[in-house]
């Protein structure tokens, strides 16, 4: 398990060099044969028996915000990228740039907030990050515009199996596919650590064209929904649950006959799984199967609480459950006819 | 020709939504069988059929699928809770009948609601009219899919059916490629799967063929009533050229070929400009190093509801214009 290093890592969309990085350096350990494409994608190659070509996607990136001005007194305003739960941003630690300069993102004190005001969450245009620093010249020393700005947020662990941290999404699937690759399977698959999900799938779309894989499986971290005020139906997936298979998202309609085979290894094999209850959001699987002339996918999430906030919360059982899940539907697909 | 009512009956009547279009492939394969020269179903499941020639590389795609609802939750009462699979709005199907691949059916009811133009899908749920616990479990699963459960009904000039959107297109092809007339051209007629959900089948077929020219067939809304659509498409008055929708401006040496044809060999034709919605011709025309692209349509009216109606002399117009396509 690569959690903790991997959460600690800063990898916003467009700018995942640490974390390809540390698995640059994590596969040339266990061995594994590699290259890095144009747009940034790792892709690693564990060969095995072979049946059809399988690639197995997650993504480096994580959501963030970047620098787009400093304003005269040194505060520096900034962007989303990729959709951050903005309601939250208010009063977080975070770092910026490569020298990870520490900032704290404000805004106008309660007390000066009228009625109206404070009942609503602060748009983005009405935060800024301050750095400590009084005067414009002063923080152009330590920050660019076009800077990538980063949560800070310690990997810890609590409860029975919970552990809370940054970026598990989808870096639950970064580490699951780095486990996967160390197991030496005899099982051909391509391992896919793709860029910039967050921002559109772009990296799955050109990795995906390179590799023109049979069949695919991607792993995420995806919305949890089981908190009180939710009513059962509404529960996309609830951490402590088990792994959760897709059967619809916004770019994928997953080929029913995949899902159900996911369904039955998961009952022989004794592995916690939930259908994930909702048509929202989308992945990797959207590209993947719709290039060149298409092709099945399956997804296979972790849940995680309070995702694209700087609080993740996932369960450990629930991680295990995914990378077993994948690690025998690899088997599977490659075990021949 | 005649208007064909006993196919277009069996078209209307099978079950095939979104990703889901195991059904009407086979009925389609069946109906076509004796006619083609190679059938192929690609990984998505897009059915291609294609005529051989030396000629120009013609893709012709109407979409097999057709929108319905993905049960997301099964609760112990038997209300089962869903999400829309295509373009279905929680405002219109409140009280309609649905039916499942195996014939069983449920209804849409909602929760208390105080404002039913705030109705949203989450407040609706599928009673399924059984009190047992076993039935219930036995019978439903996450990730089922139902459809509209409607009669086909037809008047000597029109047609009332569900998923005319877009088993009326298959049917033109299907006659097109029964009436197939000698070509030199290369002819691929594609059964497109998951259009509802964004043209992701006609995505990878176009990239597959890699064809010199395409045409969609689809359905398109027409401006009859007062107060509806501003459009100057019309029920009845022939074959619809789309000039443009949202994802397509057509090709104008389509528009040009389209348009002479229709002048030249008689066929009642109108222009079509759809200001929302797209068809296959979307992802066709950007495959690869692009296609010139256009679509013929039939106009009809309520789509995407239970009860579509379109009218059999437009189909008839339609399948003449493709047949003249494909002579050309």
Redesign the interface.
């Known amino acids: 398990m690569f959690l903790k290093e991997l959460t600690e890592l800063s990898g916003v969309s467009g700018n995942e060099y640490e974390v390809r990085n540390y698995i640059k350096n994590k596969l040339k350990e266990i061995g594994c044969e590699f290259y890095v494409d144009k747009l940034g994608n790792v892709i690693a190659h564990n060969k095995g028996k072979k049946n059809k070509k399988i690639m197995v996607a997650a993504h480096m990136d994580e959501v963030g915000l970047i620098v787009s001005h400093i304003d005269s007194d040194g505060f520096i305003k900034f962007q989303a990228v990729g959709g951050i739960d903005q309601r939250v941003l208010n009063s977080k630690v975070v770092t910026i740039g490569e020298n990870k300069i520490n900032g704290v993102i404000g805004s106008k004190a309660v007390h000066l907030m009228k009625g109206e005001e404070r009942e609503k969450s602060i748009p983005i245009d009405k935060l800024y990050i301050d750095i400590g620093t009084d005067s414009k010249s002063e923080t152009e020393k330590l920050v660019n515009i076009g800077d990538y700005v980063t949560f800070k947020s310690d990997y810890v662990e609590f409860g029975e199996d919970l552990i809370k941290a940054k970026a598990l999404d989808d870096r639950a699937g970064c580490s699951a596919l780095l486990e996967l690759l160390s197991m030496k399977l005899d099982a051909d698959f391509y391992g896919v650590f793709t860029v910039m999900e967050e921002v559109g799938c772009r990296g799955a779309q050109t990795a995906a064209y390179s590799l023109d894989p049979?069949f695919s499986i991607v792993l995420e971290g995806t919305v949890s929904a089981d908190m009180p005020e939710i009513k059962?139906?509404?529960k996309v997936t609830s951490i402590g649950k088990g792994a959760a298979i897709s059967?619809?998202d916004s770019?994928t309609?997953?080929?029913?006959n995949e899902?159900?085979k996911v369904e039955r290894i998961a009952v022989e094999n004794n592995i916690p799984y939930q259908?994930r209850?909702?048509?929202a959001g989308g992945n990797d699987a959207g590209p993947i199967?719709?290039?060149?002339?298409?092709?099945?996918v399956v997804a296979i999430s972790v849940p995680c609480r309070y995702i694209h906030s700087s609080v993740n919360v996932a369960s450990i059982n629930d991680y295990n459950s995914v990378v077993q899940l994948a690690k025998l539907v690899i088997l599977d697909n490659q075990k021949g006819e | 020709m005649n208007y064909n009512s006993e196919l277009m009956r069996k078209l209307s009547d099978c079950f095939s939504p979104s990703g889901r279009e195991n059904n009407i492939r086979e009925l389609i394969i069946n109906e076509i069988k004796g006619y083609a020269d190679e059938i192929n179903v690609d990984a998505l499941g897009n059915l291609i059929v294609r005529k051989k020639g030396n000629g120009k590389k013609i893709l012709f795609s109407a979409h097999m699928d057709q929108i319905g609802l993905i049960i997301t939750h099964v609760d112990e009462k038997g209300f089962l809770r869903f999400s829309n699979v295509g373009g279905i709005s929680a405002k219109e199907i409140l009280g309609l009948r649905m039916i499942f691949d195996n014939g069983l059916e449920g209804v849409v009811c909602s929760e208390e609601i105080k404002d039913k133009e705030k109705i949203t899908m989450n407040k609706l749920f599928l009673d399924v009219a059984s009190t047992s616990k076993d039935f219930v479990k036995n019978n439903f699963k996450t990730g089922d899919m139902c459809v509209f459960k409607s009669e086909y009904y037809e008047t000597d000039d029109c047609v009332i059916c569900r998923a005319a959107d877009d088993r009326i297109g298959c049917y033109i092809l299907i006659e097109a490629l029964k009436n197939h007339p000698s070509t030199d051209n290369d002819v691929y007629y594609v059964f497109s799967v998951q259009e509802e959900v964004g043209c992701r089948g006609a995505k990878t077929a176009a990239y597959q063929i890699n064809p010199d020219l395409a045409i969609a067939v689809d359905v398109t809304d027409t401006g009859d009533t007062d107060n509806g659509t501003k459009m100057d498409v019309k029920l009845g008055e022939g074959a619809a050229i789309k000039i443009m929708d949202k994802y397509i401006i057509t090709h104008p040496e389509i528009k040009n070929l389209l348009t002479d044809l229709a002048i030249e060999k008689n066929i009642k034709y109108q222009y079509e400009v759809l200001e929302h919605g797209g068809t296959d011709a979307g992802p066709i025309h950007l495959s690869r190093e692009g296609v010139p692209s256009g679509a013929i349509s039939i106009p009809t009216r309520n789509i995407h509801t239970s009860g579509e109606i379109f009218s059999k002399s437009d189909v008839l117009e339609c399948i003449k214009l493709v047949i003249e396509v494909i002579k050309k």
């Open positions: 049979d059962d139906h509404s059967l619809m770019s309609l997953y080929d029913i899902v159900r259908l209850k909702s048509s199967h719709k290039t060149k002339d298409g092709s099945k």
